[in-house]
């Protein structure tokens, strides 16, 4: 069990002061330490699927592994929300960490020892993915305290431009990488293990770090983890635009989040793509997102969130169109680039409005209860997905995405969310 103070807020409610990001001695490090491990877990971004399907040769088996690692997502969001509101926020990425870290790093030695199996792969997807959850739930809810409320757009932009530049960096090297090995699954290993020491690099920053990760809390009364669930719950319910945001994300992750499974199938079994290229045109969309992380706060305070939500989409619309009819890598890349030049303006966007809404003593709960609503979709997208490339090819479950996400663009623009600030 994780020790922590008790969960009541103190009567003095301090901030950070507005001090310059690239000054602030804390912000640094929480920033360098998560863009390592970004740029570790890109790295393996083509080594999950690559490597499932070089040991099972189906496309469903791959995306069930997917399913798997987002699962986590829906089973744990709510009881980690209510932690990451009870226990101490920096002890938990730690160890959050320190569990990615032997989880991934046991891949690779299974390997060596030739003990490999597909069942391992699924119980890794799982386990860090659970780690996963626990770690961004802590981290989101310990930015405010982190930074001063007039930085957090920006310091929010930083970490979805750290997440591009890893999109960036990462499928270029982790395919480089696989090229090199003898075989695929080789090549795999390797990158699970890089992706693994990137963990190693974020505790290291973590320890460093002084700003505590919450206010001082005095002792209060501990009430059931279901009680302090459906308070985050409620909080979130009762803001009906954030009721809707979540709605629409849900059924945008699940559209979305099988489309690089897609893509990957796409390349390597129908335009024969080999995976250096396939890693490039990973990166080369990354270095799309980084652009777009970039002027993320510029759109923020210009641009009304109802019209970055009702565009967004609708570029969404036209890139997963582009993949559907894709005849080349160049096309590939061009539909890819258009899905990361629109995340990191509609998070930033999202998640901000979110933090300014949530008090402190209930951000952990209220984004749990935001990420289950609207990360249920990673899962099932991923297992439906699979299946549909399994059944359909990955033409056909490109064209059936971007149909869904037409509804998507049109509910967007008929209900409230158009008008959001």
């Not at 973590?206 to 719950?233: D, H, I, N, Y």
């Not at 099932?380 to 033409?395: C, I, Y």
Request: glycine share 10%; hydrophobic share 55%; with cysteine.
């Amino acid at each position: 069990m994780m020790s922590s103070p008790p969960s009541g807020e103190a009567a003095r409610p301090t901030a950070p002061r507005a001090t310059a990001l690239w000054r602030d001695h804390d912000f640094a490090l929480l920033w360098s330490g998560q863009f390592v491990s970004s740029l570790g877990t890109a790295v393996s971004t083509l080594a999950l699927p690559l490597l499932v399907l070089a040991l099972t040769h189906s496309p469903a088996q791959a995306g069930f592994v997917a399913a798997a690692r987002g699962l986590p997502y829906v089973i744990f969001s709510l009881p980690a929300g209510v932690l990451v509101d009870r226990w101490n926020r920096k002890a938990m990425m730690i160890r959050c960490d320190i569990i990615r870290w032997l989880a991934l790093g046991s891949v690779p030695l299974a390997f060596a020892l030739g003990r490999l199996t597909l069942l391992q792969v699924y119980v890794i997807a799982l386990v860090e993915g659970t780690a996963y959850v626990f770690f961004s739930l802590a981290q989101i809810a310990s930015l405010p305290r982190v930074v001063a409320p007039a930085q957090l757009s920006r310091a929010y932009a930083l970490n979805e431009a750290s997440d591009a530049a890893g999109t960036l960096l990462g499928p270029g090297l982790g395919g480089t990488i696989i090229s090199l090995a003898r075989t695929v699954v080789g090549g795999t290993m390797l990158t699970y293990l890089l992706d693994s020491l990137s963990y190693l690099v974020s505790v290291f920053s973590l320890r460093l770090m002084r700003t505590p990760f919450q206010m001082e809390r005095v002792p209060a009364a501990r009430t059931s983890l279901w009680a302090e669930m459906r308070v985050g719950l409620r909080f979130l319910w009762g803001e009906r635009r954030l009721r809707l945001m979540a709605l629409l994300l849900m059924a945008l992750n699940f559209l979305l989040f099988p489309v690089d499974l897609a893509i990957i199938v796409l390349a390597r079994q129908t335009l024969h793509v080999d995976v250096r290229t396939l890693g490039l045109i990973f990166s080369a969309s990354g270095a799309v997102g980084l652009l777009s992380a970039l002027v993320a706060p510029w759109v923020r305070a210009r641009v009304r969130f109802g019209v970055v939500v009702v565009v967004g989409v609708g570029v969404w619309v036209a890139a997963v169109s582009v993949l559907a009819a894709a005849g080349s890598p160049v096309a590939l890349l061009a539909g890819r680039a258009l899905i990361s030049a629109v995340w990191p303006i509609y998070g930033v966007v999202l998640v901000t409005y979110r933090l300014s809404l949530t008090p402190d003593a209930l951000q952990g709960r209220v984004n749990s209860a935001f990420r289950v609503l609207s990360f249920s979709g990673d899962p099932l997208g991923g297992a439906v997905g699979g299946l549909a490339l399994a059944a359909f090819g990955p033409r056909a479950m490109l064209w059936l995405a971007a149909l869904g996400l037409v509804g998507c663009a049109l509910f967007a623009g008929l209900s409230e969310l158009r008008q959001a600030g």
